[in-house]
């Protein structure tokens, strides 16, 4: 299954591998979610603590699923939640804030790599990467509705928040939808996802966003989009493509009927109704310009990207969209999907068409030519 | 003539079955016959167009060409893997025991050829040539090139 019909299916398989590549490594992930674990099991150990149940759970772009690797080696950073379990009255932002933070300082190893910041309490990692831990309280009982403290933390903040409602919002709108009665004659029938294995095409076109977000904003970070803003952005207009490329195409021409040029939107927190994640652009109106800029130019590269032909270009146009500071991201995409179809080769799997010059999958096109074996040779 | 080799004007017939965009015809020159072959070759829906040349007389080894675009030779490099510099820098697309005279051009040379372009265009891309070949070649290249790969 490696050549395919359409251009579009054979540049997605390259794009599905640099997702690949901006995706956090299995040691990353594992790194981080014994980091969660850990701190859970010290921070209920505490006697102090024992009365609120405390556990950690994570939060944001890792069990998203979205999160992408840190560029020009900063450090990843994962979030997470340490819910005490009591009553809004029964202890103060502050307080919570305090029992959370000594606890972790008892710990031998934790000692020295923490660091009290606003409303969260950070963990440097050895390495390249760290926590960020913020204490709550449950709103009620029948929600994952929760208070975190204020900027100040002179109090909860009343706005609330809700990550794990997030979470589950956002996987609900990951289905992938089965395209019927549309294949081309000349391309083969729907695939199942290619990665239905790894992460559903949204995932990975969040990804993708989040990166050009980061490369587009480099220079004026302060106009930046927030990733839950884009996330949520990206998975509302989401329409169930089993293509990442598809998928990101279609998320940029709703969002460009959706904008409007006269000012911004509001967009609620589809998990936390009433909490409008786009007040960043009503307080800045230089952010929302920059983020309808950010769209336009992201959907015309991804056109212009759609009409290269050959594999050179195509690697330099992806480069200048996902990773300029050349850290090999693309180069890396580029050898996987060149070492898939090299294992094909030798495998007998890639034929020559029965319609002439060009190659194809010997499993999708019955007629086709096998291809004798060979050595690529030269002169010294 | 070895009753097994195939004729030019058979080679010429059944490039015209695989190949029906190509124009094929044999030339009569001083040193003998040749057939010479030219089309356009796009070996993946995202490969690149390629203007192609492939010559062959009976008794030698088929020769090809790229004729549009020009073969790039990727900066830090002095050539491109796997290619002759002799009338070129022209593919290399198979070893002696590969090929013999008995075997058509339309399903083994043009198949290589297209095969070929796509680990071309990769080491374009990448710097890495990953479609294999001769072992010393491959060394030797890797000798050549400044890069360090990650």
Not at chain 2, 77 to 105: A, V
Request: charged letters at 25%.
């Amino acid at each position: 299954m490696l050549i395919h019909a359409t251009a579009n299916r054979q540049l997605d398989l390259l794009i599905e591998a640099l997702c690949v590549q901006l995706s956090l490594t299995e040691t990353q992930h594992t790194t981080a979610s014994r980091a969660y674990q850990t701190l859970g099991d010290w921070l209920s150990e505490s006697t102090l603590l024992t009365p609120y149940a405390p556990s950690v759970y994570p939060q944001g772009s890792i069990p998203l699923g979205t999160a992408v690797k840190p560029r020009r080696g900063l450090e990843f950073d994962a979030d997470g939640v340490c819910l005490l379990t009591t009553r809004y009255e029964s202890l103060t932002a502050s307080a919570a804030y305090d029992l959370v933070l000594s606890r972790i300082r008892e710990h031998g190893t934790y000692r020295d790599k923490v660091e009290a910041r606003e409303r969260c309490i950070r963990i440097n990692y050895e390495g390249d990467f760290h926590l960020d831990i913020i204490p709550a309280i449950p709103v009620d009982a029948a929600s994952t509705r929760i208070f975190i403290p204020s900027h100040d933390r002179s109090g909860w903040d009343p706005s609330m928040s809700n990550p794990k409602g997030f979470e589950a919002w956002f996987h609900s709108r990951e289905t992938v939808q089965r395209v019927l009665g549309s294949v081309r004659a000349d391309a083969e029938p729907m695939p199942p996802p290619t990665n239905s294995a790894e992460k559903p095409p949204l995932q990975r076109s969040a990804q993708l966003f989040k990166r050009r977000r980061d490369v587009y904003f480099d220079h004026h970070p302060e106009l930046a989009p927030k990733s839950i803003l884009l996330t949520t952005l990206v998975a509302n207009a989401y329409r169930g493509q089993s293509l990442v490329t598809d998928a990101t195409e279609q998320v940029l021409s709703t969002l460009g009927a959706l904008l409007p040029e006269s000012g911004p939107p509001r967009v609620d927190n589809p998990s936390n109704p009433g909490e409008n994640l786009a007040r960043h652009w009503t307080e800045d109106r230089r952010a929302y310009g920059a983020f309808l800029r950010f769209r336009a130019d992201f959907q015309a590269k991804m056109t212009g990207l759609q009409q290269l032909r050959g594999l050179d270009k195509i690697a330099d146009a992806l480069r200048e969209l996902f990773d300029p500071d050349g850290a090999g991201f693309v180069d890396r995409a580029l050898s996987s999907t060149t070492a898939s179809f090299q294992k094909a080769r030798v495998e007998g799997e890639v034929a020559m068409s029965p319609r002439g010059s060009n190659l194809v999958s010997r499993a999708t096109a019955a007629a086709a030519t096998a291809i004798p074996r060979n050595s690529f040779f030269g002169d010294e | 003539m070895n009753a097994r080799e195939r004729s030019l004007v058979y080679q010429l017939e059944l490039m015209k079955v695989h190949h029906p965009t190509f124009r094929c015809r044999i030339v009569h020159g001083i040193k003998g016959e040749r057939l010479v072959c030219q089309g356009n070759i796009q070996p993946t829906p995202i490969s690149d167009s390629y203007g192609v040349r492939i010559e062959y007389s009976i008794g030698s080894r088929p020769r090809v060409w790229v004729d549009r675009p020009k073969l790039r030779i990727r900066d830090g490099w002095d050539r491109i893997p796997h290619t002759f510099r002799e009338g070129g820098p022209r593919p290399c697309l198979f070893e002696n025991q590969d090929w013999n005279p008995r075997m058509l051009l339309a399903t083994s040379v043009m198949p290589w050829f297209l095969l070929w372009l796509v680990f071309y265009e990769s080491w374009l891309a990448t710097g890495e040539w990953q479609g294999e070949g001769h072992p010393e070649r491959e060394a030797k290249v890797a000798e050549t090139s400044p890069e360090v790969r990650p």
